[in-house]
């Protein structure tokens, strides 16, 4: 009981103090308890996995910005060409998935921002790593991906910042797009 207590204490739900322990608000807890609430359910909460992934996005346009700063030409040219792998999955939604993960680690890595690194550890072992069905990867609409990604590559290539992020940002959009309807879809 104490071993369960003392977890329960480290997601951040629950606070022991002598004589008892006390029921903390969701709201309160750590980024810990994120992964148990999306195993709460079978399929996971879809406003749960929008809001996860818009805040994986804003993650990943903070990122990608950050590495258009501090990158050498080498990581760049390495940046274009795994967002060149997005496209090259050819509508098939597990590997654009981990073309965009690949993406991901790679503009955090070049990022050199510890916070940003640190938070994105948190919810990857939470929420990216803990996938319901890989096979069940929504599919991103091609076009649409093809246009984001060609300004993405334009905007690394120019060492755009701004160029950057709106691109990822529609990145973002389209990846909740299409993950809501999938969810729609499902249910």
Avoid: W, Y
């Avoid at 700063?69 to 080498?74: I, Q």
């Amino acid at each position: 009981m104490r071993e369960v207590l003392k977890k329960l204490e480290q997601l951040g739900i629950a606070s022991i103090n002598q004589g008892g322990a006390r029921v903390v608000p969701v709201e309160k807890a750590t980024l810990d308890v994120l992964g148990v609430l999306l195993n709460l359910r079978h399929p996971p909460d879809s406003k749960l996995i929008d809001q996860v992934m818009e805040v994986f996005g804003v993650l990943m346009e903070l990122a990608a910005q950050s590495a258009v700063k501090c990158a050498s030409d080498g990581q760049l040219a390495e940046a274009i060409a795994s967002a060149q792998n997005i496209l090259d999955a050819d509508g098939d939604g597990a590997k654009q998935h981990t073309a965009l993960r690949r993406m991901a680690f790679l503009f955090i890595e070049i990022s050199e921002h510890l916070v940003l690194q640190l938070v994105f550890n948190g919810l990857q072992t939470q929420f990216i790593n803990n996938p319901q069905h890989p096979e069940d990867q929504p599919v991103l609409e091609e076009k649409a991906l093809g246009r984001i990604i060609k300004k993405l590559q334009s905007g690394l290539k120019k060492r755009d910042e701004k160029v950057v992020s709106e691109a990822m940002m529609r990145m973002n959009k389209l990846i909740r797009e299409s993950v809501r309807t999938a969810f729609n879809t499902k249910n």
